[in-house]
């Protein structure tokens, strides 16, 4: 799986680089040691069209290029779907620099809407980004509309 994420979804090198899951065509999260003290977390949607299985707490997502990632339910959602609730599709607690950056990567589907959560900790603190966008979601198909990134910084 976690090779998957880095071909496909994963910008990531630990320490001087990056800790993460993204692409242009999947709800992403990062975390990223910018200076000694200091770090990034960033949470990204963009405008794509995904296909998903549901079997129970399980969820299949299929990104355009026929690239599949698994995901556990953590929390259900309301709606007439069972895609609606969060799912958690990615984690990573690999990191070995000082900041013992950890970061766990949800996607919350509701009716309409898409938000991508990056859950990010370390020893200097924790902090949550969310991105998301308006969405057009079937009983197959989940139509991203919209580009969104948000960052949160932490600071020693």
Known sequence: MKTLWKSIWLAAALASSAVGCGDDHMPTGTVQPT??????????????????????????LTNPFGQTANGMRTTYGTGDRPLYGTWQI?????????????????????????TAIAECTSTIGNTVA?????AVIDDTTIDILQDHMDQKEVTQ
Do not use: I, R
């Not at 000694?36 to 969820?59: F, W």
């Not at 690999?94 to 013992?100: C, I, M, N």
């Not at 969310?130 to 308006?134: D, H, I």
């Open 130 to 134: 969310m991105a998301w966008s308006p």
């Open 90 to 114: 990615f984690t990573d607690t690999s990191d070995t620099s000082a900041l013992h950056l950890e970061l766990v990567v949800k996607v919350k589907f509701e009716p309409n809407k898409v």
């Open 35 to 60: 200076v000694h003290g200091h770090y990034t977390c960033t949470a990204q949607v963009q405008q794509t069209m995904l296909s998903y299985l549901v079997n129970g707490n399980q969820l299949k």
